[in-house]
């Protein structure tokens, strides 16, 4: 019994350390995840051997990691090859359009809670009648006990940003890519943080259906046929997707009367500035929520440049794919024929720029169930509606500074070619699964293989994964 026990795996800690027989499973291995996001760190001014105990230590943790991981190469000194803190271990390019599971990450380890009303306190901002409900300033009183500051800045630097998009069109006689300017960022949001948008933007349908929101603020279509009767909650401006029964062009109408934007998404674009997402030259003025019931869709479009670039989209409550093409073409209600399909999981914020904003099209098919997404977006200012005056405390937003910054600030004596080269892969903060450093044949294969893949089955319906 005695030399069975002396047997028992690393990750046994985990069932036998009277510290960690108090938590849960999915505690251990979200703390697993956490701390080996960090390895890198903590290990920066200890030997190889120490940082092989540390990572082990960590790997321990988790009771889902097996005798797998036992087999690592202790003969090798370099232990980012296969320590947990690796970039290597588990970040595949395509990591960040997978669809996330339904558990808190470890991304959301330094605040599990829902920050934003934290935020807004902190802000001066109360939600009214017109702008939130009392219930949804509500935060919970048992904080973590690192400062706000602090938590925000280690989820920052944990957002995962994709911006190799790929997908080559022959546009005007040349060979285009299409998804230039496109680049999908994951990890904004906490799991928390969608459940108080999504019940938020259902208090906001209620008030429209009852007609407690401005004349053109709330739009409810009926459905008339498949694919038609997505709602649509406007603030900042109201748009006109096409000519109307009075004869305005499709565009911004001037003389529209919609609601100002509600305190809790004006801490969204702060948010979405603060973290490097959309740029501060192009603070969003405007959004619009799109509700989606079951087979609802938006038809193949480029956005009108009423709006300037760069403008992003946020996606909640159900995964869905988003269709691109230069050319492409409705198959039937909901249905439609494009070049590639991007899947958009839960809370994710794509941003379009480029040619993937003006060069290519791009639709969502018919979504299999209940979707809500935002578009945030800045008005060009000639544009701009009579009497619209702008919001005091989207002014002078700044990006947070990520670690780059903050070291080139406490000691200047670090190379340029490091700084120049490390700022590249960090830029913006988080995980940047961009291809980075591949040669040209690489990109190529890749367009080869995501071209032929898309063409095979480039027919995009209302059936999930498809």
């Given amino acids: 019994m005695d030399e069975q026990q002396h047997k028992k795996p690393p990750n046994s800690r985990s069932h036998t350390d009277p510290f960690l027989v108090n938590y849960t499973t999915s505690d251990l291995r979200t703390a697993s995840e956490f701390l080996a996001t960090w390895l890198p760190f903590l290990s920066r001014d200890l030997c190889t051997r120490c940082t092989q105990s540390l990572s082990d230590r960590i790997r321990s943790i988790d009771p889902g990691e097996g005798s797998q991981n036992d087999t690592a190469d202790d003969g090798d000194d370099n232990c980012d090859a296969h320590s947990l803190g690796s970039w290597k271990d588990g970040v595949e390019p395509n990591s960040a359009v997978e669809t996330p599971a339904q558990r808190v990450s470890w991304a959301d380890m330094a605040q599990e809670d829902d920050e934003f009303g934290e935020e807004e306190n902190n802000n001066g901002h109360n939600n009214g009648d017109s702008n939130g409900s009392s219930d949804l300033a509500k935060v919970v009183s048992e904080k973590p006990t690192l400062p706000r500051e602090q938590r925000e800045y280690i989820r920052f630097m944990n957002v995962r940003r994709k911006k190799d998009f790929i997908c080559f069109e022959r546009v005007n006689g040349k060979l285009v890519n299409i998804l230039e300017g496109l680049e999908l960022h994951t990890g904004i949001f906490s799991a928390a943080e969608q459940k108080r948008i999504v019940g938020y933007v259902a208090s906001l349908q209620e008030k429209g259906r009852k007609g407690e929101l401005k004349e053109r603020t709330f739009s409810a279509p ?245």
């Fill in 222 to 466: 009926q459905k008339w046929m498949r694919g038609k009767g997505r709602q649509t909650i406007q603030f900042g401006c109201c748009y006109n997707y096409a000519v109307d029964r009075d004869g305005n062009p499709p565009g911004i109408l001037p003389n529209a009367l919609v609601d100002p934007i509600p305190d809790l998404f004006k801490v969204i674009i702060r948010r979405l500035i603060k973290w490097h997402v959309l740029p501060p030259s192009c603070v969003p003025d405007s959004c619009i929520v799109n509700i989606y019931e079951e087979g609802d869709c938006i038809p193949p479009h480029i956005d009108n440049h009423d709006f300037v670039r760069p403008f992003c989209t946020v996606s909640f409550l159900s995964e869905c794919n988003i269709v691109f093409g230069s050319n492409l073409k409705i198959v039937g209600p909901g249905e439609f024929d494009g070049s590639i399909a991007i899947p958009l999981p839960l809370g994710s914020v794509l941003v379009l720029n480029g040619n993937g904003a003006d060069v290519a099209k791009h639709c969502v098919p018919a979504v299999p169930t209940k979707r809500i997404s935002i578009t945030f977006r800045k008005m060009d200012p000639s544009k701009r509606p009579f009497g619209y005056v702008p919001e005091p405390d989207l002014q002078g937003i700044q990006p947070l500074a990520y670690e780059v910054e903050q070291e080139k600030k406490s000691s200047g004596h670090r190379s340029n070619h490091h700084t120049k080269r490390h700022n590249k892969d960090r830029r913006g903060g988080g995980r940047n699964d961009a291809m980075g450093s591949a040669n040209r044949s690489d990109r190529f294969s890749e367009f080869r293989d995501s071209n032929l893949s898309s063409r095979s089955a480039n027919r995009w319906s209302r059936k999930p994964g498809s």
